[in-house]
């Protein structure tokens, strides 16, 4: 499946800002089953620094200066993908979750030991034997992991409740585990809690998801919005994606833009600014199947 994607960004400041630095990850990433076609950042005013290059985790990152006082500052990213529909894996066959954790812990394979990493606690996901407890029922004795895991997946989405605009991108994921409500991100973090806090490996993916508008209804311009799920690692199988929020695998609808430990390590702008007192932001994003083009 192609899409466009088109990720529009847009700050307004109080008074002019004489400097700022940014950060940007808005060029969605390759791997087995996605191609970037083409990608085009088109950024106003124009910076007087720009660089192109990769992080830690090998997300496409760009960094740009604005060294002119300015009051304010539109980025918008243009993307052509492809994505393939991955093969769900056969989760009879796969190793049980005992398994895993034994070859989590003394494997020499570079592929587990690079997964590691992945187990430990970060800035937005903290262990938690609370969530190690919540997870206990999908991990029963001799089980296959992914099928674990799977559940897991399932019990989030039936377990918490979607609430747009309930929490803030800092909201603690323990406050998110106790009040039963959150958006996508809050969802990605509390299942990599559970998983990590039982000794496994996961990533925070970000990205975004092909909607469908209802029957006889345009597609609105902007009503996209950016989506995340999480990625465990499997020793045969490789890094395996899971949607809690959708309570799913992701398919051909899921784009992937970046991944990382959690939120902290994939946010699509971030910048530091001199001066200024108040600013707004707003963005709109829009996923495009390709033959829905204009």
Known sequence: MKYLVTHSTRYGYDEAIPLSHNVVRLRPREHAHQICLQHQLNLLPLPAVRNEGFDYFGNHVTWFSLQEPHMGLRIVAESQVEVTRPVPPEFSQGPSWENVLYTLASSRDRATLAAREFAFESAYVPWSPELAAYAAPSFSADQPFLQCV??????????????????????PVMEVFHSGKGVCQDFAHLQIGCLRSRGFSARYVSGYIATVPPPGQKRLEGADASHAWISVFAPGFGWVDFDPTNGLMPSDAHVTLAWGRD????????????????????????????GEVN
């Open 150 to 171: 799977l559940d897991l997946t399932k019990r989030i989405q039936r377990d918490f409740k979607f609430l747009a605009g309930s929490t803030k991108i800092e909201t």
């Open 263 to 290: 939120y902290s390590d994939v946010g699509p702008a971030k910048g530091i600014l001199i001066g200024g007192k108040r600013h707004w932001m707003d963005v709109a994003v829009d996923v495009v199947p390709e």
